[in-house]
Nanobody
């Protein structure tokens, strides 16, 4: 079992930055791919970013590429999402997830999920 806890969400004005963290406990995360997803009110969950277990491969959605950066520190069992140049459309609950197999962009591929952290961007 892997438990995931997100933190770092909050309210920020457009153009601002936030850094989300996802701390894992239980089994080590060093062999898991990790991903970030988000869900806005009334919308379906969408993929944001993912990182391989080594950190050597990263994927981003078109909507965040160039503004967000995913990274991980396996020694700390933590994954990060640095979010810059935030826009009101980035407002959502952000979830981190762990994939036992390989890096993926589909939520169905992930095995463990955190409880989410709210990000609100005002114009």
């Amino acid at each position: 079992q892997v438990q995931l806890v997100e933190s770092g969400g909050g309210a920020v004005q457009a153009g601002g930055s936030l850094r989300l963290s996802c701390a894992a406990s239980g089994r080590t995360t060093s062999s898991y791919a990790m991903g970030w997803f988000r869900q806005a009110p009334g919308k379906e969950r969408e993929f944001v970013a993912a990182i391989s277990w080594s950190g050597g491969i990263t994927y981003y959605s078109d909507s965040v590429r160039g503004r967000f950066a995913i990274s991980r520190d396996n020694a700390k069992n933590t994954v990060y999402l640095q979010m810059n140049s935030l826009k009101p459309e980035d407002t959502a609950v952000y979830y981190c997830a762990a994939d036992l197999d390989t890096i993926a962009t589909m939520g169905e591929e992930y095995d463990y999920w955190g409880q989410g952290t709210q990000v609100t961007v005002s114009s």
